[in-house]
């Protein structure tokens, strides 16, 4: 038994789940939950409620969607020909804030991480390849985020792909080294978008 009453700590262990959520953090939010005013508290709680039952993943590319095809997938003016490559679907938030994109994306749902036990298993490397065999896609871009799991993620697809009949590009370096997608500012994304290279996967 913890030092907790029992809902206390089930609340910290909870928080404590939430990724960048170290223990001082889970206790400090649960003291603060408990604080605050009832229906503010239950607002949250419904707040994460509603999204759970009303949000999924679109079946096509893993991004966030209200139905089975996410607004980006379901909106036919978008250039199918071009496959934008992510880890996340806030990355294609900031890739959509540099307006320098109009193709279609596709979410891996994670990076390579050996030490989280993170293989291209865990991630949706098999739904990409099948998009690629059915879709019109003539270009993939490898926009992974400019860190250790992000560029080990680039390197496995580059190679993967590279006996397929479409170009393999990676956007160009320039972000801040280790950082994420979606701290870099629109500006630099969108000039290593427009500087991307092709990747051979030698
Ligand atoms: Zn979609």
Same mark, same amino acid.
């Given at each position: ?81 071009? &496959?934008?490559?992510?880890? $996340?679907?806030?990355?294609?938030? @900031?890739? #959509?804030?540099?307006? +320098?994109?109009? *193709? ?76 994420? &997608?979606?701290?870099?500012? $629109?500006?630099?994304?969108?000039? @290593?978008? #427009?500087?991307?290279? +092709?990747?051979? *996967?030698?």
């Amino acid at each position: 038994m913890g030092v907790y009453a029992q809902p206390v700590q089930e609340l910290i262990d909870e928080l404590g789940r939430l990724p960048g959520i170290g223990p001082k953090s889970a206790q400090r939010i649960a003291f603060h939950l408990l604080k605050m005013e009832k229906v503010d508290a239950l607002r949250l709680a419904r707040a994460i409620t509603e999204a759970k039952d009303r949000v999924a993943f679109c079946e096509r590319c893993f991004n966030i969607a209200e139905g089975p095809l996410c607004d980006l997938c379901a909106d036919d003016r978008r250039d199918s020909t071009v &496959l934008c490559v992510v880890e $996340e679907p806030r990355d294609i938030v @900031a890739v #959509e804030k540099t307006q +320098e994109f109009n *193709g279609r994306y596709h979410v891996l749902q994670g990076a390579i991480s050996p030490i989280e036990g993170i293989g291209p298993e865990q991630l949706r490397v098999r739904e990409l390849l099948a998009r690629l065999d059915s879709d019109e896609v003539t270009e993939v871009i490898l926009c992974t985020n400019p860190n250790l799991e992000g560029e080990a993620t680039a390197m496995y697809l580059s190679r993967l792909l590279k006996d397929l009949q479409v170009k393999v590009t990676r956007i160009a370096s320039g972000l801040p080294v280790g950082g994420d &997608l979606e701290y870099a500012d $629109e500006l630099t994304l969108g000039r @290593a978008l #427009e500087g991307r290279r +092709e990747v051979t *996967g030698s």
